[in-house]
């Protein structure tokens, strides 16, 4: 029964949008499923089962045999999703009463199963299912799950439901592999922590808390170091013996779009950075970097254009040899020697920042304001390497935002706890309309920032001010002013104005401003044109 | 024999049999009407005289009061009633307490109007009739192949383990006011749920006059006035338009579920905001369709409303001649019309 639990497991992952019920299911799911089919499900989940041999093709030919091709065609154009119009087209056979099959047979099947034979398997399987198993089965087959559950939600929930921590988990998490058996077997308390020896691993990230200002004044000079924050993707890079990889800072493997990095790992080390694009020196905007997320394959012409890099700041492991017990200091010491005498391409050192007082260092901050800066990190000198954001040990100082005040233009439902609240606000600033008057351009989109109350008085006046809408969109009579804060503001050849923010949110409401009195876009392009000249 | 296309045609105001002077489920006010059942689209208030079961005659006196007809007539299931050269009885339909389908026999012909139907079985009300016919009007409302509802039970278990695995949240189930959401209290309470079902305002009444009528429904009590930390692990009713709403503030983390046949489509569901879609329908599936069509034998089959274009090409491929009569204002209650 066990392709149908799965099923049902990834019908309500698919319609739930909240992270606090998805971890509820995928609980329910490790406690209740028997092995193989808990770590395969799992498996299947976090995007680590690919399967070649069946593509959609088949798929079609199949059911093109099975149905009429008007009732398919009119069925298609109905449900707009192919694998579920077949899912719910394929004709049940009378008399079918072989069990539905269990999810560890059908994945060692598709492996297994000549090619020519996959046909007449498939067919057995879809007969033997229901239209939720069917659909289940063909996105399996196919490769398109796409439920919201990325591998750190999955360990998240392996922590909540075994009492382990993450961290733990997250350590062993690259050395295991599907169905898990020893993992869920350890975690159950029936065997040993499974050892990953060689095999190149995740190791948690020692995280950092905002710095509040009590903090800042009980802090000592002589005890901390300061280093720029960089606005790029924190990564760990692993390389030895076992292989090379690059993580994100939630333990996914991004080596896939950052081959170039990868070639350049030929140490045997675990350090920590950050991920930046980097031209002749010179950090680019984060929107460049993302032109390098998310990708499966990388083209020569992105590696040129958007060329990475990584600058170091600590260093976890040399060989063998764990340092995560040393002092800060005593590590930086060991990392500044090692980048010395390897010279790796395409990474260089964070510098540290001199201080002698915090208000010279409230005054080094100040004066960021290159884009690619967010701010300072602050690392207290003593600190050890800790897994988690343990408080007083790292603190992240993040300049103060910029600020612009915006129009409310547009307003959405938000999901979960939120969908009956509009709680995503997209706002404007104005700008000549080329005709002698002034006209509202877009400029972004927030979804926080906002108190329960303010939230509250939104949704309201945006009920009572709408003028058009568009599916779950309300357009809004353009009088309600929003100071919005951000943190950086760069061109952007994708968003109408020319600009886009980083990290928009909501201020404060200003219905003591008009509409009229609202920022300019030519006040938000001078942020632009301020961030430009200066590097840290 | 007379064929029926010589005495039931489609007029501005719906389907008439001029031998009887009757319109069944007109969309205007007329003088005489025959009433299937008492959703608002086949049930429109200000004709003359009304002819329907006892039951849909009190469902729409609870809906529209002083609207539900200058006269009304009662007409029990398998009672033949005279109109000119017209035998006309009503038969059992399965949709909601109530409906009916129309037996209209005239010059040797026999037809059959079914209003809206199902096949599966609902403890709230009579099961429907097949009955041999020279011309069969039915809806098509799910007539596609991609729908076929599953067993209710299935809906219902998967809906009481949304329960036991979310016991702090409230589950808030859309579902229509006439027959959907007594269909699903009858339907917990048949799988054992004992505790009280807690309904939107707007379903209260409807709620009451099937407990009138005999329907057993078990403790029901207004949510409207419930405390939050009260509806915590309860099941509440809602029509569609309030589950996702400011109307739902009032429960605690809800879990949004819909009843109906739409469900069964991935999207459907998704634009609604649903995070449990119950795949319960009130009308007959595309099995069911094909199913009562070659029951009823008739070699002619007139489509009302829905998915004409499916239904009449696969009744071709059967030899049945199918024929879609258009018929317009029907589906736009109920889950004939897009749930919002």
């Known amino acids: ?536 | 024999m007379t064929p029926p296309e010589q005495w039931l045609r489609v007029t501005p105001q719906g389907l008439f049999c001029a031998p009887a002077g009757v319109f069944i489920d007109p969309t205007r006010p007329v003088a005489r009407a025959v009433i299937t059942h008492g959703h608002a689209d086949h049930a429109r208030p200000g004709h003359g005289a009304v002819l329907a079961t006892a039951e849909t005659l009190a469902i729409m006196r609870a809906r529209m009061g002083e609207g539900a007809g200058d006269r009304q007539q009662a007409l029990a299931y398998g009672e033949t009633l005279r109109l000119g050269e017209v035998a006309l009885r009503l038969v059992p339909a399965g949709h909601v307490l109530g409906s009916a389908q129309v037996v209209l026999e005239y010059g040797g012909a026999r037809a059959l109007v079914s209003g809206d139907y199902k096949r599966q079985p609902d403890p709230t009300c009579a099961s429907f009739e097949p009955v041999p016919c020279d011309v069969f009007v039915t809806e098509a409302t799910f007539a596609l192949p991609v729908f076929r509802h599953p067993p209710p039970a299935q809906e219902i278990g998967r809906l009481l383990r949304s329960v036991a695995l979310f016991p702090e949240r409230t589950h808030v189930i859309g579902c229509y006011a006439l027959g959907k959401a007594q269909r699903l209290i009858a339907l917990l309470r048949q799988a054992g749920w004992q505790q009280p079902i807690w309904l939107h305002g707007t379903l209260i009444p409807l709620c009451r006059l099937y407990q009138e009528l005999g329907v057993e429904l078990g403790e029901l009590r207004p949510a409207t006035v419930a405390e939050k930390s009260a509806l915590r692990g309860a099941i509440v009713l809602a029509p569609p338009s309030a589950i996702a709403d400011r109307w739902a503030r009032r429960l605690e983390d809800p879990v949004v579920c819909m009843a109906s046949g739409w469900m069964r489509v991935r999207q459907r569901a998704k634009q609604g905001g649903v995070e449990l879609p119950l795949v319960i329908s009130d009308h007959a599936d595309w099995d069911d369709l094909l199913r009562t069509i070659a029951e009823v034998g008739a070699p002619e089959v007139w489509v009302t409303h829905g998915r004409d274009d499916a239904l009449v090409h696969a009744l071709a491929q059967r030899g049945v001649r199918g024929r879609a009569l258009h018929l317009v204002g029907l589906g736009e209650e109920e889950e004939g019309v897009d749930a919002a």
């Open chain 1, 1 to 536: 029964m066990s392709l149908p639990a799965f099923a049902a497991l990834l019908e309500r992952l698919v319609f739930t949008p909240g992270r606090l019920a998805k971890l509820a299911l995928l609980r329910d799911w490790y406690a209740t499923q028997p092995d193989p089919d808990r770590g395969v499900g799992l498996a299947a989940l976090t995007g680590e089962l690919v399967f070649t041999a069946a593509k959609p093709a088949l798929i079609r030919d199949m059911v093109a045999a099975r149905t009429d091709p008007v009732l398919l065609a009119l069925s298609h154009d109905y449900v707009g999703d192919f694998a579920e119009t077949v899912a719910l087209i394929w004709p049940e056979r009378e008399g079918v009463n072989t069990p539905a099959p269990d999810l560890a047979e059908v994945v060692e099947a598709l492996e297994l199963t000549p090619k020519a034979e996959l046909p007449g398997l498939i067919a057995g399987w879809l007969d033997a299912l229901d239209a939720t198993g069917r659909l289940a089965l063909i996105k399996l087959i196919t490769g398109g799950l796409r439920v919201g559950v990325s591998g750190r939600l999955a360990r998240v929930a392996l922590a909540e439901w075994s009492g382990r921590a993450v961290e733990e988990i997250e350590e062993v998490w690259h050395g295991v592999a599907p169905p898990y058996t020893a993992l869920f077997h350890w975690l159950e308390g029936k065997a040993e922590r499974p050892d990953p020896r060689e095999a190149p691993v995740f190791r948690p990230l020692m995280l950092a808390h905002p710095l509040e200002d009590a903090d800042l004044a009980a802090l000592d000079p002589a005890q901390w170091r300061a280093e720029w924050k960089w606005d790029g993707i924190r990564v760990q890079l692993t390389a030895g013996p076992g292989g090379r990889r690059l993580w994100s800072r939630g333990g996914e493997d991004v080596s896939g779009a950052f081959p170039e990095i990868i070639e350049a790992m030929n140490f045997h080390a675990v350090l920590d950075g950050e991920l930046l694009v980097v031209r002749e020196g010179e950090v680019a905007p984060f929107a460049d970097l993302q032109q390098r997320l998310n990708r499966k394959v990388v083209t020569p012409k992105m590696q040129k254009d958007y060329p990475a890099g990584v600058r170091l700041y600590d260093l976890l492991f040399e060989g063998t040899e764990d340092l995560r017990g040393l002092p800060f200091d005593q590590r930086r010491a060991r990392l500044e020697a090692w980048v010395a005498r390897h010279a790796p391409a395409r990474m260089d050192l964070s510098p540290q920042i001199a201080f002698a007082s915090v208000a010279q260092l409230a005054e080094i901050r100040e004066g960021a304001r290159a884009a690619s800066i967010e701010g300072l990190m602050l690392k207290r000198a003593d600190s050890p390497y800790v897994a988690g954001r343990v408080k007083g040990l790292w603190w992240k100082w993040k300049r103060a935002p910029l600020s612009i005040d915006a129009v409310l233009m547009y307003a959405q439902r938000g999901h979960g706890k939120r969908s009956s609240f509009y709680s995503d606000y997209t706002f404007g600033l104005w700008r000549p309309d080329g005709q002698g008057g002034e006209e509202l351009v877009p400029v972004g989109k927030a979804y926080s920032g906002y108190t329960d109350q303010e939230l509250t008085w939104l949704d309201r006046w945006i009920r009572n001010h709408t003028t058009g809408r568009f599916g779950p969109v309300r357009e809004v009579e353009k009088a309600l002013v929003l100071e919005v804060i951000f943190d950086a503001a760069q061109l952007s050849t994708r968003h109408k104005s020319g600009v886009a923010l980083r990290f928009p949110r909501i201020a404060r409401i200003r219905t003591d401003k008009p509409a009229s009195e609202a920022d300019r876009l030519e006040n938000l392009m001078s942020y632009v044109a301020a961030a430009r000249p200066e590097e840290g």
